[in-house]
């Protein structure tokens, strides 16, 4: 598949600079739909893009690996991250609408539990296996899991953070889309 599973039907219109891939959605948020139509944006950390999608014909079936490199237990990690659901709210160029970013809520849970934020690399992995089967994301109302990909020994390889934006679906045109996209470009490079 283009994307990694559990990402839902994307646009295959998307970056990568080796650690994030944003792509846009094709899905408004139906409770949205009275303040108006949004589009779902998913920014995901420990993918990279490997191939493209043909215009004609089946795409390869390896379009995508896991990154070597990412190493969500390091805490300058789980910051960086941190920051791109808070940081993205405060930019108005961005025009977030809302986020469903598990590692807020994560934040949230270890600190209710008398833990600290980031969480040291020796406990990383234990501390997010138990979130990640009992955390449920608020807004969304998602599994936490489900933002989520572990390997067969429970190590998180890769994650992705969700971000409403006020741009219709419906009635935006692609220039427009094209032109905010690279807004997120720049706010991942």
Known sequence: AAVPPGLGPRSAAAVSDGTALVGLSMLPDRRLQAAGATTDISMVFGIVVTGGMPLLGD????????????????????????????????????????????????REWLLAQGDVFPVPSVIFKDKLQTFAETGVLQYKEVRAADQ???????????????FDVKLSYTSTRASVILEYMKRWNVYTA
């Open 59 to 106: 795409p390869s079936p390896n379009v995508w690996k896991f990154n070597d490199a990412f190493y969500p237990e390091d805490p300058r990690v789980q910051r960086l991250m941190l920051r791109a659901c808070v940081d993205s709210k405060a930019d108005d160029h961005l025009a977030v609408y809302a986020t469903s970013c598990w590692l807020e809520e994560f």
């Open 148 to 162: 989520m990909w572990f390997d067969a020994n429970g190590n998180l390889k890769a994650c992705n953070l969700d």
